[in-house]
Nanobody, 119 residues
Framework: QVQFVESGGGLVQPGGSLRLSCEAS????????MSWYRQAPGKQRELVAS???????QYADSVKGRFTISRDGAKNTIFLQIDNLKPEDTAVYYC?????????????WGQGTQVTVSS
């Protein structure tokens, strides 16, 4: 099962920015969809952004205009640029692969990276 290592989280003030990274244990070119998820305290994990191997991108409505997903196939890594951070973005962020845009995650969950937005 493909594995992931997330990094780049931290404590930032509202309005700040972060760039999260996710390195996969195998070539992401073989993974049709790569996605970012987040889980806030006391809430279920939610899908926030996805990118296919063809470059098609989808975002959750709550993050459109502030989150940007990208991928670097040479580094087996995907990124999530988060701008204009809000307190409600506080969560542990995870990445995973999917076989399709309507499919669930197929890889192992990593430890995630904590994003805390607070003044």
């Amino acid at each position: 099962q493909v594995q992931f290592v997330e990094s780049g989280g931290g404590l930032v003030q509202p309005g700040g920015s972060l760039r999260l990274s996710c390195e996969a244990s195998e070539k992401i070119s073989s993974l049709y969809v790569m996605s970012w998820y987040r889980q806030a305290p006391g809430k279920q994990r939610e899908l926030v952004a996805s990118i296919t191997s063809f470059g098609n991108i989808q975002y959750a409505d709550s993050v459109k205009g502030r989150f940007t997903i990208s991928r670097d196939g040479a580094k087996n890594t995907i990124f999530l640029q988060i701008d204009n951070l809000k307190p409600e973005d506080t969560a542990v962020y995870y990445c995973n692969a999917r076989s399709g845009l309507r499919s669930g995650p197929t890889g192992s969950w990593g430890q995630g990276t904590q994003v805390t937005v607070s003044s």
